[in-house]
């Protein structure tokens, strides 16, 4: 199993751009999650999907938005990027099942976003 | 002050030293999870757990719940676990709470 995967892996954009973040994962997981990590901060959830075509928003959503359209991918999109979304996104998931293991989370290994 | 809050920020150690991560929270959660992130920026979980211990190879996690407190040890340190460790937590919400990360250098 690759377990869970993201691309781009690097990417740069100028300001005003848009770009798709791809999450795909192979564990049949229901939940998935995008995250964004900051220096000196936690990470912080965007937005988080508990079932294939359902959405949620996090704590820092605006300026992002996805879509589940598959169990397995999430993307996160970016319609027009600014300086401030200049990032590390994580993608994670977890299965739904009773009890506290089922709460453990999988990363990916992350997209380093910048933005000029 | 934040939910969760981690101790130390900064730890260095010499190779077999015994360590000690902590991780303190203010909020009733269902479950704490343990996660180390490599140099490399790669996040592994380590352990979810949401009473006593829990063992795995050199690692050792416990919680107290009526203290709102969870250690991080691991027993007879290598360079090779040179890594940030973070602490999150899950309350009501399908939201985890994350602590800033504990960077721990381990030197041969």
């Known amino acids: 199993n690759a377990g869970v995967t993201q691309t781009p892996k690097f990417r740069v954009l100028k300001t005003g751009q848009s770009m798709t973040l791809l999450c795909a994962q192979d564990?049949?997981?229901?939940?998935m999650y995008w995250y964004r990590q900051d220096p000196g901060m936690g990470l912080r959830l965007i937005h988080y999907?508990?079932?294939?075509?359902?959405?949620a928003k996090g704590e820092v959503p605006d300026g992002y938005n996805v879509s589940r359209l598959k169990k397995q991918n999430f993307l996160l999109g970016l319609e027009s990027a600014a300086p401030s979304q200049t990032s590390v996104y994580f993608c994670?998931?977890?299965?739904?099942?009773?009890?506290?293991?089922?709460?453990?989370?999988?990363f990916g290994p992350g997209t380093r976003l910048t933005v000029t | 002050k934040n939910e969760v809050e981690q101790s130390p920020q900064n730890l260095t150690a010499q190779e077999g030293e015994f360590i000690t991560i902590n991780c303190s929270y203010s909020?009733?959660?269902?479950?704490l999870h343990w996660l180390q992130q490599h140099p490399g920026g790669g996040i592994v979980s380590l352990f979810m757990?949401?009473?006593g211990k829990k063992k795995h190879g050199r690692l050792i996690a416990t919680i107290n719940i009526q203290e709102k407190h969870s250690s991080l040890h691991i027993t007879a340190s290598h360079p090779r676990d040179s890594a940030v460790y973070i602490c999150?937590?899950?309350?009501?919400?399908?939201?985890?709470?994350f602590g800033k990360g504990t960077k721990l250098t381990v030197n041969p």
């Open positions: 994670a998931s977890r299965r739904n099942y009773r009890g506290s293991s089922s709460y453990e989370q999988y």
């Open positions: 564990m049949n997981h229901e939940y």
């Open positions: 999907s508990v079932g294939e075509g359902t959405t």
């Open positions: 909020v009733g959660i269902s479950a």
């Open positions: 757990l949401s009473s």
């Open positions: 999150a937590v899950k309350g009501g919400s399908e939201k985890l709470v």
